[in-house]
């Protein structure tokens, strides 16, 4: 634990850099990166967002304690996905993985994941506590979507999902290596919402590609801001492998891979402006390559295609190689992609569209949030305000590691007081 706080006190000092280097050195993209900042305060989530999902999540755990199928079992309930690799927005889904405990990964059959589901979907029915319930039970990984009648969070309930759990703290251990990531994550995944490509179910792009087209463009930067992942992974998981992970082990091992990535990079100090303008400008030709290159975190460059896998457009799942994360992309919807992106590129090139914040605006954001942020005043003084928004304080950092909230119930004691609910703090 202790090391991850101090990178992220190195962390603070690079982006301090950043920020100081990029008000001196504001140039043509001035006013993008003031507009960034603004739209990234009405975006992220503060504090009171936080509690309220692990509020959420409490009253779930709550609804699973009368359970009858759980009787016996060691259930804890883990979040996972954006919420808990720091990506989530303010209005983001989230992902709730019900782990059997002492049950290594994949132990449990797909018709005993899809009959506690059933279950529990019957006790969110019977307490009240969900609207809009839906239960998915030939998904990839079965499903039950609800949303959360007191709290209006939308969860996604899955069973000893470890897999996905591993991905995000991959995922967050990241996000901490440089802020920037975050912010950029954040603010293409608006962009994508506002110009419609970030739908799984119409055929775009869902949340996890786009995180990983961020990805790419971060590795491919020059100094990259992020490593390969493999440079990561390394020694902690093969493909093979991932059945049998030790969740300690990966940790351990992909905790010391990016301290040794920090300790001995070049710092790449692009504004986050610059950073985006570069995005769309290295993705308008998605639409061309995709038919003969993949995108590959992995190794952190194009991959050929080479027969096997065919799809609109691939983006390999690191943490998976053979899935296509952007396996929902249909063809007509690449071009949507593919226009989306060079427009973003054009607009930006047009120095008439980057000193106007109503048109930056209005390419970057939903209609809703684009109103909100017309009537506001535009910050002129945005070096205080970017440390306030962006700079997290330890206490805020430690917080984050009580995610996981717990419930241990043994058989012999299913007579007293059904165990009282307590957060676990996770043992880095
Ligand atoms: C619930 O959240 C959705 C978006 O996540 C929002 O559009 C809606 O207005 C909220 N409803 C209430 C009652 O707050
Ligand atoms: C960061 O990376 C971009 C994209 O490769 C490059 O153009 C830029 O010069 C780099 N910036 C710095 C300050 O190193």
Known sequence: MLFVISWHLCNLADSMAVYHSSSTNNDRVGVLEICLKDILIEIKPVESHRVERINAIRQLEECLRGLLVFRGVVVSLKPFGSFVSNLYTKWGDLDVSVQIDNTPPNSISRNTKRYYL????????????????????????????????????????????????????????????DDRFRDMVLVTKEWAKAQNINDAKSGTLNSYSLCLLVIFHFQTCDPPILPPLRVICEGSISNQEWSSFSERHV??????????????????????????????????????????????????????????????????????????????????????????????????????????????????????????????????????????????????????????????????????????????????
Not at 124 to 149: C, D, E, H, M, W
């Open 251 to 428: 940790e351990d091992v992909c905790s010391a891979n990016i301290q040794r990535f920090r300790s001995r990079r070049r710092v790449n100090k692009s504004s986050l402006a610059q950073l985006l303008v570069s995005f769309f400008d290295k993705l308008s030709g998605i639409g061309n390559s995709a038919s003969e290159y993949s995108i590959s975190t992995f190794e952190g460059r194009l991959e050929s295609i080479t027969g096997g896998l065919r799809s609109p457009l691939i983006i390999e799942d690191p943490f998976e190689r053979s899935e296509n994360a952007a396996r929902t992309v249909r063809v007509l919807e690449l071009h949507k992609i593919s226009n989306a992106f060079r427009d973003a590129h054009d607009k930006l090139s047009s120095s008439l569209v980057l000193s106007d914040r109503d048109s930056l605006i209005f390419l970057l954001t939903r209609p809703i949030l684009a109103s909100r942020l017309r009537d506001q005043q535009p910050v002129t003084n945005y070096n205080t305000r970017s440390q306030h928004s962006n700079f997290a304080t330890i206490g805020v950092l430690e917080r984050q590691f009580e995610n996981t909230v717990r419930l241990d119930r043994m058989h012999s004691q299913a007579s007293t007081s059904v165990a009282s609910i307590r957060p676990t703090y996770r043992n880095f």
């Open 118 to 177: 059933k279950n529990i979907l019957h006790a969110l029915r019977r307490t009240g506590l969900a609207r809009n319930t839906q239960y998915i039970p030939n998904a990839r990984v079965p499903l039950l979507k609800y949303i959360s009648r007191h709290h209006n969070i939308s969860f996604d309930v899955s069973i000893n999902n470890h897999f996905g759990v591993m991905k995000s703290s991959i995922l967050k251990w990241l996000s901490e290596i």
